[in-house]
């Protein structure tokens, strides 16, 4: 077993000694709410936004980007579990802003394994196999959080699942001061309608 496994259950195992009656809190959201976010480890939502378990929906991905299953998920929790307002928040210093489409599919042909880093930008080992699949995707990079915030908040208001009831918020979650930025070209474009 290595190392992370082990403490991954130790922490579970505390977990589990103070879970309490958290296993009768219903399903849907006492809040209401759902949180679209990026995966990056330094953003805590349940920190940022003030959460506990069972609150809100969180969903997260690289970026925060509104992928289709990104959407899928946010219908789920609007259609199913009764949400009633959506949050996009993108965050500075992100990853994504790092590389594009194309350095990331040049990586992956290089090899599979990690890449790295520094002043002049993402280099890799080049010790193969590799393969040319990731040239085909879509990365959803990021090369103004602005932007990209409020594109994304077009996106999921332009599905034609989305009912144009629910108001779609858009933030930026600021890393080196944990406050969370309005972008109001972003909530403009996710007013109700």
Not at 5 to 13: K, Q
Not at 58 to 80: E, F, H, P, T
Not at 142 to 151: A, F, N
Request: contains cysteine.
């Amino acid at each position: 077993m290595s190392k992370i496994v082990e403490e991954l259950l130790s922490a579970n195992a505390e977990y589990v000694a103070e879970f309490g009656d958290k296993g009768n809190l219903p399903m849907p959201p006492g809040r209401g709410f759902a949180i679209l976010t990026c995966m990056d480890a330094r953003l805590d939502p349940a920190k940022y936004a003030g959460l506990a378990e069972g609150d809100a929906h969180v969903i997260r991905n690289a970026g925060g980007r509104a992928s289709s299953d990104a959407i899928r998920s946010l219908v789920i929790s609007y259609k199913l579990l009764g949400t009633k307002e959506w949050f996009v928040i993108h965050h500075t210093d992100c990853g994504m802003e790092t590389f594009n489409n194309g350095i990331m599919g040049n990586l992956l042909e290089s090899s599979l394994k990690t890449s790295s880093v520094d002043a002049s930008g993402w280099h890799d080992s080049g010790d193969g196999p590799g393969t040319a699949e990731g040239k085909f995707i879509q990365w959803l990079t990021i090369s103004d959080q602005v932007q990209s915030v409020t594109d994304d908040v077009r996106r999921i208001r332009s599905s034609s699942m989305v009912p144009s009831e629910i108001p779609i918020y858009g933030y930026i979650y600021d890393c080196k001061s944990g406050r969370l930025i309005e972008v109001p070209e972003a909530t403009e474009a996710g007013k109700t309608g």
